[in-house]
């Protein structure tokens, strides 16, 4: 086996990123990142199907100085597994201005989720991308579990997931215990227009008033290159169906990128096509999150 565990290794991101053209508003906050690292102090998972490269709390300092981005919402990579550890003392250094979205098991204890809601994380993440039951089905079951538990705390439920292979998304999760985020527009795969009827099935449940989308990592959708032109008309979709559940997200590290790294300001500067009016944009990169996650 490599050194790195079999898993293969991540490009780093652009350790310098520029500023925006795009002016940012007082308390913007990027809704999805991930500290990884040092790989020294923080082992990955045996289990982990990518190595990324260190990706520090200094190197996300900068980027977030460099984009002027005063939040910040901290999300459980999958190579940590359960282990929240690297998030957690990240998330501390950070202070208030940071909340998390952890990933545990079903045998949390309550004295744990107490513990993870006092360092500041208010949602759990499940990856359902290629995670289905011997009949085929989505283990949906336990999602509803998890969901169950967290939701009197105030939590959400983050969900990996392809939203183009269920046409009946919202009819799926139309009485979940909880809010769901959704990252990635939705994650849909490249080539999958807005009239995609599982991307329909999104737009009705996110105009339901019980899901969140975030606008992230445009290069896992797009089948081409900044500035992913042809992710364009789901973000307006999205931005239309329901501006008060949409939240901005870097991404950053950008680990898997299969396409030229991205810098962290082109990738804020897309906001300006996606989302062209200035009091919208002050809404999804203000309002929405402190909404979601209680800044």
Known sequence: MSADGGAPPCAPPDRTPHRPRLALPAGACDTHAHICGPAARYAYSPDRIYTPPDALLTDYRAMLEALRMERCVLVQPSVYGVDNAAMLDAMAALGPRCRGVAVVD???TKDELARLHEAGVRGVRLNLVDVRSPTGAVPLDDARALAARVAPMGWHVELLIHADDYPDF????????????????GYMRPGKGVDDPGFAALLRLLEGGRCWVKLTGPYRISAG????????????????????????????????????????????????GWIPDEGARERVLVHNPAALYGF
Do not use: E, Q, T
Not at 242 to 252: F, K, M, N, V
């Open 225 to 272: 290159d900044l500035p992913y032109a042809d992710i364009l008309p789901h973000a307006r979709a999205l931005a239309d169906a329901a501006p008060d559940r949409i939240l901005w997200g870097s991404d950053w590290p950008h680990v898997m990128v299969k396409k030229a790294m991205p810098n962290d300001g082109d990738l804020c500067d897309l906001l300006a």
């Open 106 to 108: 079903g045998a949390v």
């Open 170 to 185: 919202d009819v799926m999760f139309a009485d979940f215990p909880a809010d769901i985020v959704l990252g990635h527009l």
